[in-house]
């Protein structure tokens, strides 16, 4: 498995993210055989979240790894919090309390890397610095980073925290590409000009800030997946098409497309089928030309000023 550096941590990680978001709806036989496929093709690095199956899927993948300090240590584990019931909470108290739980659950000492889940608009930076602060110096959090933050939501945490920001996931897929589209549409009078995310991606590129794009597979809002659906024809035909060329499924396309981007991403799988796994891994071994990143790009609907 193809690696890249995570952020400007030295964490050496690979360039495909094993998200477990839905490990609960496997069998105990299913969940180890998921994961230990996954450890088997290089995919070592696992991505959490303390609301995945309310804390649930934490568990699940910590008894279908047989977690134990051998096996930790063949493993890099992300898990995120600031996300309760009916609101988001950046407090001190809740990260801290969060983590406990975190850890916890995936019966380890530490994470490698902690994110804050959705943006908390009461969001006071000093204590997040001071929470982040008592996470690393006790080593319970090795690297930090956030998901779905703009640029002046991180740079409004960089003023109090210490520790480097690594990581920012953002949902990103061939249907969804706002983040791509407003740099191409630059001063043009067309929806697809309009900045969304304050240039999120120029903004992780300059600061060594490894973008790692959720649902890569998704429409809309969690709406469906585009592959093999007849909304989307001539996206379908044409990835089938260059899958044809390489030899793969269109699920390793779907994949390789993202990885192409110069970016340097990191995308985090979300299915628990083991073929399709394998197929989302594969991807790390193609690179698509330049003309056939484009030809994708035009057929999911996008239109080039």
């Not at 969940?31 to 804390?55: K, S």
């Not at 584990?77 to 996300?83: N, T």
């Not at 740079?155 to 407003?182: G, R, Y």
């Not at 990885?259 to 690179?287: F, Y």
Request: proline share 4%; glycine share 6%.
């Amino acid at each position: 498995m193809r690696t890249i550096e995570l952020g400007t941590s030295n964490l050496q990680v690979p360039v495909i993210a094993v998200g477990c978001m839905r490990i609960n709806n496997l069998s105990k036989t299913d969940a180890e055989r998921f994961v230990q496929t996954a450890l088997d093709e290089g995919a070592n690095f696992f991505d959490h979240a303390d609301i995945y199956g309310a804390g649930e899927c934490e568990q699940i993948f910590a008894e279908a790894v047989h977690m134990n300090a051998s096996v930790r240590e063949k493993m890099i584990l992300q898990s995120k919090c600031g996300i309760r019931r009916g609101m988001f909470d950046f407090s001190k108290e809740h990260i801290l309390e969060s983590v406990d739980g975190i850890l916890d659950r995936l019966n380890t000492d530490y994470l490698d890397v902690l994110l804050l889940h959705r943006p908390d608009a009461l969001v006071e930076p000093d204590e997040v610095a001071e929470a982040f602060d008592r996470l690393h110096s006790s080593g319970k959090v090795r690297h930090f980073g956030v998901s779905n933050q703009n640029p002046m939501q991180i740079q409004l945490l960089k003023k109090s925290v210490k520790q480097p920001l690594v990581a920012n996931q953002l949902q990103l897929s061939i249907t969804n590409t706002t983040m791509i589209d407003a740099g191409i549409h630059v001063n043009m009078l067309d929806d697809a000009a309009v900045n969304r995310d304050g240039s999120i991606l120029d903004f992780c590129r300059l600061n060594d800030i490894t973008i790692q794009p959720w649902s890569p597979f998704q429409y809309g809002f969690f709406e469906g997946v585009f592959l093999d659906n007849d909304k989307f024809p001539e996206l379908n035909a044409k990835i089938n098409e260059i899958a044809g060329k390489y030899g793969v499924t269109n699920t390793t396309i779907a994949i390789a497309w993202i990885l192409r981007h110069p970016a340097q991403m990191q995308p985090v799988t979300g299915t628990t089928n083991v073929d399709r796994l394998k197929d989302c891994i594969k991807a790390s071994e193609i690179r698509l030309t330049r003309e056939e990143w484009y030809e994708i790009y035009r057929a999911a609907g996008n239109i080039l000023p």
